[in-house]
Each structure stands twice: as C-alpha cells, then as structure tokens.
C-alpha cells in the first residue's frame, strides 16, 4: 500500500489506517478477541501500518487487544492513542465529562503506554476539547511527554481551527481526527484549510459514514441497544430513507469503476488532499481487503467533479450525534 505523510511532521503511515474502536466498544458486544488479534496481523501483513485506539474504548481493552496483538510488529506500526475523559469508576463502559488537566494526561499517558506494550506512544490525540483547561496547557503537558521520551506526536480530535491554531503554537499539532466523509463535510469549511496552511495532517473517522456508504443499510436496518448508533438521529428509519440518494450516488460510480460504493467513498477522502489518511474500522477480513482495495483506485478530476455536483443537491438528514455528544465537538 502507498504511504503518506502527515502534514509537515514526517510521520509517515498506510494511505489508510485501521480503526479499532469497534473491535471492542460501541458497535454491539465486543468480537472474539482472538479473532480481533488475527484481524490486526492480518491488517499488518497487507501493508496497514496505521492503527487507532484510545483508553475509553472498552475502557481499556481495546488498548490492551492492539497491545498483545501488534507487540511482534513494534517499531514497524505507529499507534494512535487518546486522552480527555473521565472515565466510570465502576470500569463501565462510558465517561463521567471531560478531563484534559495536566496532570490526568501524563496518568493517561503511563497507563497507554503499557497497555499498547511500548515505549514511546506514536500519536497522542486530545479526544475532545476541555473547556475548563487552557488549550495552551494541554499543548504544554503533551510537549514535556514529548521531551521525556513518552510520546512522539501530539494530535487533537474534533477540534475548531483557532483552538488548533493555539494548540500548535505551543507544540506542533501532527494531525487533527475529525469525522469527514460524502455525508459530514463541516472539516471543509475551516478546519481542512488551517490545516494546509500549518502544515497539519488530516485523519478523518468514520470514513464510511459508521457503516451507512457502504450500502448494507436501509431504512428497515434496526440496531440494538448496545449498538451507539441506536442513539444517533441520523440512523433514524426517516433519515436512513432520506440520505439513501447519497448511497446511490456512490453506487453508480462504483458501477463505473467496478467496484463497491465503500471503495468510491474511501477514494473520494484519499483524493482530496495529499495528507488526509481515513480510518475506516471493521471487525471483518473481507470488508478490511475492501477497504484496502480503495487505496488503488484513481478518481479523475471529472469524476470528482461529478461526484461534487451530484452530492450538492443531495441534503443530509439528522444531525451526527445527540446535542451533548454534538456539543464536545468543533470547540
């Protein structure tokens, strides 16, 4: 697979990378671990080199299943981990708020780090913006991990441009996460730009719309209550109904190129700018060989320019997340 650089930062990762949350967390009850860790080899040996994890996905567990099952790989892999939460006492899964103190990021921090099984954690990502900690102190406390030898890049998730602008003027900002696919595009308005212009690089989230692209679903899709997308207005029979158009837009391109509307959706992210890298996470060996497939496909700027023009008239129904989960983001 072809590798790309992260903004200025020389980190260089897989075109795609491999979400895991859903490994362990959110998408229904957790997969069998050790099929989960036959997954991630498998993933390595076709040329992934770009993992995604963080300490509230479990919580815990979905760090320590990349730990057991990347360990013979260390050193040819770059994990990406997250802090920011409070995290349940009980373990449960789930958070009690926001917490990016100082001194809670560097206890997050030695707890990532052996639980990845390493010794330097590659990319560190705020996973939401703190409102009740200076931006500047976050950077700050993630520059000393840097100089200690404990963290090699900082990232931010789900971040506003002038909150990445302040951020990186204390410590570079290697990549910012954010949701971006055919079907969430509010990156491109401010945040894609600030990015080009500091030399950040872009990881976008469920790059398949949490499984919508891929046309699986339709209206009658059901999910059940331990599935998170039970709870988002945009996986609501109406608006699956309502946002089918941009299932089947993908569709007929995919009809062109002879390939799956997953493919297309994923080769729309990779053509837009040279340092974007998706992260499309699958619990499955065919979807992962699917994924893996978009990254040899050329998007012409004619078919670019007709996916634009049919996407354009096509309005998106539901918001993406609930209102308190929607207002941890674009802060």
């Known amino acids: 697979m072809q590798k790309r650089k992260l903004g200025n930062s020389n980190l260089e990762v897989s075109a ?55 360990e013979p790989f260390r050193g040819q892999v770059v994990i990406a981990t997250k802090f920011g939460f409070n995290l349940n006492l009980d373990g449960s899964p789930g958070w009690q708020g926001l917490n990016s103190r100082p001194e809670r990021i560097k206890q997050v921090a030695e707890a990532s780090l052996k639980r990845l099984r390493v010794d330097a954690i590659d990319l560190f990502y705020q996973h939401r913006v703190d409102l009740d900690v200076p931006i500047e102190d976050v950077a700050g406390a993630v520059k000393e991990l840097i100089q200690e030898g404990k963290v090699k890049h900082f990232g931010m998730s789900e971040a506003a441009a002038k909150t990445i602008r302040r951020a990186h003027a204390v410590q570079p900002v290697t990549a910012v996460q954010s949701e971006y696919s055919l079907w969430t595009r509010g990156p491109e308005t401010e945040v894609l730009p600030a990015l080009e212009e500091l030399g950040i690089g872009f990881v976008p989230y469920s790059p398949l719309g949490k499984g919508f692209l891929t046309g699986k679903m339709d209206q009658s899709t059901t999910f059940g209550s331990n599935d998170f997308r039970s709870t988002l207005p945009r996986f609501t029979p109406e608006a699956l109904k309502a946002n089918q158009a941009l299932v089947d837009l993908l569709g007929s391109i995919a009809a ?52 634009e023009g049919a996407a354009a008239k096509i309005t998106v129904e539901g918001a993406r997340y609930p209102e308190k989960l929607e207002q941890m983001t674009g802060r």
């Not at 967390?25 to 997969?31: I, M, Q, T, V």
């Not at 993933?43 to 057991?68: Q, W």
């Not at 990779?270 to 060996?285: E, F, N, R, Y």
């Not at 994924?291 to 012409?300: D, V």
């Open 256 to 307: 062109q190129k002879k390939a799956t509307p997953a493919q297309i959706a994923l080769a729309w992210l990779l053509a837009q700018k040279p340092w974007i890298v998706p992260i499309p996470g699958t619990t499955k060996l065919h979807r992962l060989e699917e994924n893996i497939g978009a990254a040899a496909i050329e998007l012409s700027a004619e078919d670019l320019q007709q996916i």
């Open 16 to 70: 795609l990378g491999l979400g895991c949350m859903g490994m362990s967390f959110s998408y229904g009850p957790p997969a069998d671990k050790q099929e989960m860790i036959a997954l991630l080899r498998a993933a390595v040996e076709r040329g992934v080199t770009f993992f995604d994890t963080a300490e509230v996905y479990g919580p815990f567990t979905n760090e320590d299943l990349l730990g057991e099952a990347l």
